[in-house]
């Protein structure tokens, strides 16, 4: 029996059996880091490449490691993550 198998079929035990790389936190936090580490050299203090005149919600940065993290758990979609 697989360890995906066993996940379903011991539901009071879920979240041993569970991967961190499902979770879409989990994956932004360390995508951010990454992000980070790899365009730091081209980065203002605020985390973007370009300085803006409004401070955006989101840095650079940021958005990179989410639209990465939604890729690496199957969200196909941006629309998924922004609301209308």
Not at 29 to 54: G, M, Q
């Amino acid at each position: 029996m697989h360890n995906t198998d066993i996940q379903y079929i011991k539901s009071d035990n879920l979240h041993i059996f569970t991967s961190d790389m499902h979770n879409l936190k989990t994956n932004f936090d360390k995508f951010f880091n990454i992000t980070k580490s790899v365009f730091k050299d081209r980065l203002n203090k605020s985390e973007n490449f370009f300085s803006y005149p409004n401070i955006p919600k989101l840095s650079d940065c940021e958005i990179i490691a989410l639209s990465v993290s939604g890729e690496s758990i199957s969200i196909d979609s941006d629309n998924y993550f922004w609301k209308t």
